[in-house]
């Protein structure tokens, strides 16, 4: 060909001929690199989750969990290109000169206060593995540090949370006493869970023991077939493989030629029932792997390979290692007021009837000294006595408690709640708990703010069950004030709705609030009342917060949630902790709304601190949600206000294509357009942030419509050229 003959031509198509292996190699190799043995390396050396899941997984039949025992690996996951979506670049942030001098926008610098960065505490050890005595390297947690910023505004935690407090497993030599008894509790398991002592197994063992019948067998399990679906695939890699018959009983291996199956469900179950146990003695190598991580076999997850070698869905650390058990048993024992040594939370049940493990409970309202309160069920209202079983006799246990528990549905009690309140005060009767139940069901206008004004400014232990139809948690800013050992906020509706807000300023004096009971409402069908705890996704404020237009307070309860105190799982919302909790709070779920509803003078995200002024590292905040107050048709809003209204902060990248920003208003959709009240042109930041509220606002988007006011010419036509229906603002007049 000519195009050889050319010495230029020649090197030109040898160096793109170079220049394209060197790619494709280089693909190969950070393919490799992140491929799933590698790439669940970093994922699953992670000491926050209880149990890890191989990456390899078909989540289409899981179950929401804080593990990911029921996650079913694929053979061959797909690869799906993600679709390319062009954003809109926002403005750059710049420091703001404001053009409005009756607003405060007074940035609050403190004093440069970095955390001191304290090298990990790295040492070998001894430790046990499944009761197994090896050598290891651990990393031991470090306390976390409380910046003296959050202590001067009082939004550090009164009894500082340690979100981790046991030891990070690096690495562990792998004994074979250690492989042998990692598969032994594969096999055999504890609670039901082993591949050859599960529920499933034995179920199958028995119902071939009672019948040798095919048809039979694969009824009863036909009855059955979700637990069927949920554990055959433990067993499927060897049940599809030609392999299945080196590990089956001699009889097994005897029968399996010639038997007939009329179903692949016979088949597996046959198969299974057939498996020689004694035959499964070594560990897979991913698991191995795991294992020298400190990661070792769930028993619920175990699985068999094609030959035959022991892996898992899921891996953990030993007890003693788990960051999710050792914290929740650790607030089990220590941050309940009616404390229980305990790895699991309360039933729905127990939370409904205030019960406890460990505690005995007998009511005492119509005992002789509660007389007088003139209180009865009738009311409502209950008075009950908790003991626990086996007396406690360390220092400052609580041992007994009084209960108060208001039905607020009960108009004769909602009626009766202050006035008992306030007699149990003057009386200096040492109520432990208050439990109101039902607030807002029969009446959501109810008023709640002055009942807990009244409560003691000292409450072990306060339980709130609001109704999903009102969702009206706005009286909680009364605690600001109290010192409240341990807040549980329940519901016996969605627990999940977005419209959950709460104020963090009200909870500057609460140690702790209760994350570990119940939330899985998404499970049963509609209109099934069952108690769980509500996961608040949205923060929102009070006009009180706003006094003489600052943002001090604002800020404060912002960092409080986004920074302070986000190591504690109730200000991560739904998503939880990253990696390290306690020292790198930017990797920390949070939540992801603001509710600007009560507040009539705040337009946007101006003069909003997203960033964490302590310790810059850490990953500024992003929100999905604003809902702004208006009840007007139109959103008033200045020239000068949409030049700084800061819409940047809205997280429009690719981290949840399902969950796109949105600006709402508190009058819903009554609000079909936006009013700028003076006649300035808008430069190039307020063209930007206007252009967000006709985007994340339906609404506004199919009416494309401002409203400016009649002396506005130059302004008008800028917003005609920009696309938008303009009118005046007294309505008479539209250009389009």
Do not use: C
Not at 28 to 43: P, T
């Amino acid at each position: 060909m000519n195009v050889f003959k050319k010495k230029r031509n020649r090197v030109i198509i040898f160096s793109l001929a170079a220049g394209a292996v060197i790619s494709t190699s280089t693909g190969v190799v950070v393919y490799s690199s992140s491929s799933d043995s590698n790439l669940s390396r970093i994922l699953f050396n992670n000491s926050t989750d209880a149990q890890v899941a191989n990456n390899k997984n078909n989540i289409s039949k899981s179950t929401d969990s804080i593990k990911d025992n029921n996650v079913i690996e694929n053979t061959n996951p797909k690869v799906i290109k993600p679709t390319e979506t062009v954003v809109p670049k926002a403005p750059e942030t710049t420091s703001e000169i404001s053009s409005a001098p009756e607003i405060n926008r007074t940035t609050i610098t403190p004093e440069r206060s970095e955390p001191s960065i304290t090298k990990p505490n790295v040492i070998t050890k001894e430790i046990y593995i499944h009761g197994v005595k090896v050598n290891a390297t651990i990393e031991v947690a470090l306390d976390r540090p409380v910046s003296d910023y959050d202590k001067e505004r009082h939004i550090n935690n009164i009894n500082p949370y340690q979100n981790i407090t046991v030891s990070r497993v690096l690495n562990v030599k792998v004994t074979n006493e250690l492989r042998e008894k990692t598969v032994s509790s594969a096999l055999d398991g504890k609670d039901g869970t082993g591949l050859f002592a599960g529920t499933f197994f034995k179920t199958l063992e028995n119902i071939f023991n009672s019948s040798s019948d095919l048809a039979s067998a694969e009824a009863v399990v036909r009855q059955n077939i979700g637990v069927y679906r949920d554990n055959v695939h433990r067993y499927e890699r060897l049940l599809n493989s030609a392999n299945v018959v080196n590990f089956l009983t001699e009889k097994g291996k005897r029968e399996y030629p010639s038997k007939k199956f009329d179903s692949e469900i016979q088949r597996n179950i046959w198969l299974i029932n057939h498996l020689d146990k004694t035959k499964f003695t070594t560990l897979a190598k991913d698991a191995e792997a795991f294992l020298s991580q400190g990661l070792a076999i769930s028993p619920r997850s175990a699985i068999i390979n094609e030959d035959g070698t022991i892996s898992s869905h899921g891996f953990a650390p030993d007890d003693q290692f788990n960051t999710v058990t050792s914290r929740v048993s650790r607030d089990n024992r220590e941050r309940r007021v009616f404390g229980y040594d305990s790895p699991y939370g309360r039933s729905p049940d127990s939370v409904w009837e205030g019960s406890y493990e460990g505690w005995s409970k007998e009511d005492v309202t119509e005992k002789e000294e509660y007389k007088k309160y003139n209180v009865s069920s009738a009311d409502g209202i209950k008075l009950t006595k908790l003991t626990r079983e086996k007396t406690d006799t360390s220092a400052g246990a609580l041992n007994e408690g009084l209960v108060v528990e208001i039905d607020a549905a009960n108009s004769s009690g909602y009626g009766k709640t202050l006035e008992l309140i306030n007699k149990l005060k003057n009386d200096k009767v040492q109520v432990t708990s208050y439990r109101i139940k039902n607030m807002g069901s029969s009446d959501p206008s109810q008023a709640f703010k002055q009942i807990l004004l009244a409560l003691p400014d000292n409450i072990p232990q306060l339980e709130l069950f609001f109704s999903a139809e009102a969702t009206n948690t706005s009286s909680l800013i009364a605690l600001e004030n109290k010192h409240i050992k341990e807040l549980s906020l329940y519901t016996l509706g969605n627990s999940l709705l977005h419209k959950w807000s709460f104020n963090p300023l009200a909870l500057r004096k609460t140690e702790w609030i209760n994350t570990v009971d119940y939330n899985v409402s998404r499970d049963f069908l509609p209109n099934v009342a069952i108690p769980t705890r509500i996961t608040f996704d949205t923060i929102a404020f009070d006009k009180e917060d706003f006094k003489d237009k600052s943002f001090d307070r604002i800020n404060d309860g912002l960092r409080m949630v986004y920074f302070a105190r986000n190591n504690e799982p109730f200000f991560q919302a739904g998503l939880g902790p990253g990696l390290n909790p306690d020292h790198n709070e930017g990797n920390n779920s949070y939540p992801m709304g603001i509710d600007f509803s009560r507040i009539e003078g705040i337009k946007s995200l101006r003069n909003l601190v997203f960033n964490d002024v302590v310790n810059p590292s850490n990953t500024p905040r992003k929100i999905r949600r604003l809902t702004l107050f208006n009840n007007n048709s139109s959103f008033e809003i200045s020239s000068d206000e949409l030049t700084h209204a800061s819409f940047e902060h809205f997280a429009t990248d690719a981290m949840d294509q399902y969950s796109k920003p949105k600006i709402m208003f508190s009058n819903g959709d009554t609000t079909d357009s936006i009013r700028i009240s003076d006649s300035k042109k808008l430069d190039s930041k307020a063209i930007w942030n206007l252009s967000k509220f006709f985007e994340y606002n339906e609404k506004l988007k199919s009416t494309k419509s401002i409203k400016v006011p009649e002396s506005a010419t130059e302004l008008r036509d800028q917003l005609i050229n920009l696309g938008y229906k303009v009118e005046n603002s007294d309505g008479n007049i539209t250009y389009t």
